[in-house]
């Protein structure tokens, strides 16, 4: 079995992977964030390096998506190969950071890659808004995310939810984090794995 958390930056997708995974007995798997040779000069320069970080991360998503078919396990993925696709790198080509060349080149890669790609049984969406994102950014106290500016939140916000209203490959939950605490709180937890368990196994 095959679950994705999808989610803008500070969403809540790397707790709730290592909680559900906890619970379902899943194996998790992370954004390769720390290793990310890109991640910090792209938060200071993102025109200059758009390019090189979507490309390392469709590398790093595929590579995920061949060891999830190889292994056999049960896994819950945190981020989606189609999230770099269609809400990070169509983003930054809309906010001219990522030259139509380029962003091209990278579609053409996507597309060959997403043609050997299956959907997975559930995609889970965590929606958020503005003032929760900042928040969890802000807690998580990363450095390098601290450049990031409302309005570059704002417009994936928007992306996510355009992707989100047309996503038909598959089942999909929703999930809406504004007033939620899966850290401090058990029943917000548990009310998202009942919503899971109604999705996977019909049961409520």
Known sequence: MH?????NIGAGKTTLTHKLAKHFGWTPQFEDVDRNPYLDDFYHDMEKWAFNLQIYFLGSRFG?????RESGLDIIQDRTIHEDAHIFASNLHDMGLLMTRDYENYLTVFNLMNSFVQA???????QASISTLVKQIHMRGREYESSISIDYLNRLNEKYESWIQGYDEGKLLIVNMDNLDIVNNPEDL????NK????????F
């Open 190 to 193: 548990g009310y998202i794995i």
């Open 3 to 7: 679950i994705a958390i999808a989610g």
């Open 64 to 68: 995920q998506i061949k060891q999830i």
């Open 120 to 126: 997975p049984d559930l995609l889970i969406y965590l």
């Open 196 to 203: 899971i368990d109604a999705e996977l196994y019909g049961l």
